[in-house]
C-alpha cells in the first residue's frame, strides 16, 4: 500500500509542475520508462530518486515525510493523499491522533472552526490569484481539506477542541457577504454549545495588558501518556512542527495567558450574540 501512495504523490506533484515524464525524466536524469513505472507503483523508487524528483518539483525539504512511507516506517493514512499538500501532511496527521488541541490564530477563526465561506475566503487571502482562473481551484481545493480535517470532530472519541479566537477576525473577516459574517459568527455559537468544544473570545489589548506577538500557533497532547505535547507554528509557506520542550513550554504558558485574558468560556455564547447584533444583516 505504502508505495502505490507514492506513486501516486510523485506522479501529482510532476503534474502540478507542469511537467511531462519525458520532461521530469530528462530533467532528473533517468528514462522516462523509469518514471512510467514508478507513478504506477510498479517499481519502488530508490531513495536517490526520490530526493532527485521532489527536489526537482520543488518539495525537497519534505523529503523525510515520503521517504517515511517508502521504508514502511508508518502507515499511509487519509493525510497522505495527493490532494493534501505535503508540507501540511505532517501536521494533518498529528492533528488526527491527537486527543487535545488548544488552538490561537491572531486575526483568523482557526480552520477546525471555519465555515466553508471563510475557509474559501481565507485561502483567497493568502493567494491573491485564487480569485479566479486555475488558482481559484486550488482555494477550492484548500477549503474542501479544511471541510475533511473538520471531521475528526464529529468522530467518536474524536480530540477535544479548546480555541481562543480574536474579536477582529469576526468583526471584520476576510467575508465580503454580510450573510457570511452572521453564519461564521452562528457557526461558532453552534460549536460553543458541542461539550467536546471550548471556545473563548479574546478581549482588546486595553483591557488585558497581554498581547501575544507571533505566528499562529497550536498544542497538541495525545492519548499516549509517555509521548510528549507537540507545537505547530503556521507560518504563511507551511505549518512547522516543534518538539523542542522549551518552546512548547513557552507557548503553553503564552496560551494559557490568552485563555486567561479571553472572557470565560461560559459567556462565549452571551459575547457572539453581542459581536452578531453589531454586523448588518
Given at each position: 500500500?505504502?508505495?502505490?501512495?507514492?506513486?501516486?504523490?510523485?506522479?501529482?506533484?510532476?503534474?502540478?509542475?507542469?511537467?511531462?515524464?519525458?520532461?521530469?525524466?530528462?530533467?532528473?536524469?533517468?528514462?522516462?520508462?523509469?518514471?512510467?513505472?514508478?507513478?504506477?507503483?510498479?517499481?519502488?523508487?530508490?531513495?536517490?530518486?526520490?530526493r532527485?524528483?521532489?527536489?526537482?518539483?520543488?518539495?525537497?525539504?519534505?523529503?523525510?515525510?515520503?521517504?517515511?512511507?517508502?521504508?514502511?516506517?508508518?502507515?499511509p493514512?487519509?493525510?497522505?493523499?495527493?490532494?493534501?499538500?505535503?508540507?501540511?501532511?505532517?501536521?494533518?496527521?498529528?492533528?488526527?491522533?491527537?486527543?487535545?488541541?488548544?488552538?490561537?490564530?491572531?486575526?483568523?477563526?482557526?480552520?477546525?472552526?471555519?465555515?466553508?465561506?471563510?475557509?474559501?475566503?481565507?485561502?483567497?487571502?493568502?493567494?491573491?490569484?485564487?480569485?479566479?482562473?486555475?488558482?481559484?481551484?486550488?482555494?477550492?481545493?484548500?477549503?474542501?481539506?479544511?471541510?475533511?480535517?473538520?471531521?475528526?470532530?464529529?468522530?467518536?472519541?474524536?480530540?477535544?477542541?479548546?480555541?481562543?479566537?480574536?474579536?477582529?477576525?469576526?468583526?471584520?473577516?476576510?467575508?465580503?457577504?454580510?450573510?457570511?459574517?452572521?453564519?461564521?459568527?452562528?457557526?461558532?455559537?453552534?460549536?460553543?454549545?458541542q461539550?467536546?468544544?471550548?471556545?473563548?473570545?479574546?478581549r482588546?489589548?486595553?483591557?488585558?495588558?497581554?498581547?501575544y506577538?507571533?505566528?499562529?500557533?497550536?498544542?497538541?497532547?495525545?492519548?499516549?501518556?509517555d509521548?510528549?505535547?507537540?507545537?505547530?507554528?503556521?507560518?504563511?509557506?507551511?505549518?512547522?512542527?516543534?518538539?523542542?520542550?522549551?518552546?512548547?513550554?513557552?507557548?503553553?504558558?503564552?496560551?494559557?495567558?490568552?485563555?486567561?485574558?479571553?472572557?470565560?468560556?461560559?459567556?462565549?455564547?452571551?459575547?457572539?450574540?453581542?459581536?452578531?447584533?453589531t454586523?448588518?444583516?
Amino acid at each position: 500500500m505504502q508505495l502505490s501512495v507514492v506513486a501516486a504523490r510523485l506522479s501529482s506533484l510532476r503534474a502540478g509542475c507542469g511537467l511531462s515524464m519525458k520532461s521530469a525524466a530528462q530533467a532528473a536524469g533517468l528514462n522516462t520508462s523509469t518514471i512510467f513505472r514508478i507513478e504506477h507503483g510498479l517499481v519502488a523508487p530508490r531513495e536517490g530518486t526520490v530526493r532527485t524528483l521532489l527536489e526537482l518539483y520543488g518539495e525537497g525539504e519534505h523529503t523525510p515525510r515520503l521517504l517515511s512511507l517508502l521504508r514502511e516506517e508508518r502507515v499511509p493514512g487519509w493525510y497522505d493523499a495527493p490532494g493534501v499538500p505535503l508540507g501540511l501532511s505532517a501536521f494533518v496527521e498529528l492533528e488526527d491522533q491527537a486527543q487535545v488541541i488548544y488552538t490561537y490564530g491572531p486575526g483568523q477563526v482557526p480552520p477546525l472552526l471555519q465555515t466553508q465561506a471563510y475557509a474559501l475566503s481565507a485561502a483567497v487571502a493568502v493567494s491573491p490569484a485564487h480569485h479566479e482562473g486555475p488558482g481559484h481551484e486550488g482555494a477550492v481545493r484548500a477549503a474542501g481539506l479544511v471541510a475533511v480535517r473538520q471531521r475528526v470532530l464529529d468522530r467518536h472519541r474524536g480530540p477535544h477542541l479548546w480555541a481562543v479566537i480574536d474579536r477582529p477576525s469576526l468583526l471584520d473577516p476576510p467575508l465580503a457577504r454580510p450573510e457570511d459574517r452572521l453564519a461564521q459568527i452562528d457557526a461558532l455559537t453552534l460549536a460553543a454549545k458541542q461539550p467536546h468544544i471550548a471556545v473563548q473570545i479574546s478581549r482588546p489589548v486595553a483591557e488585558t495588558g497581554y498581547l501575544y506577538q507571533g505566528p499562529p500557533f497550536t498544542l497538541l497532547r495525545f492519548p499516549e501518556r509517555d509521548r510528549p505535547d507537540v507545537l505547530v507554528l503556521h507560518l504563511l509557506h507551511a505549518p512547522i512542527v516543534v518538539e523542542d520542550r522549551r518552546r512548547v513550554e513557552e507557548h503553553q504558558q503564552a496560551f494559557a495567558r490568552l485563555s486567561l485574558s479571553a472572557y470565560p468560556v461560559d459567556a462565549t455564547s452571551d459575547v457572539l450574540d453581542g459581536l452578531r447584533s453589531t454586523l448588518p444583516s
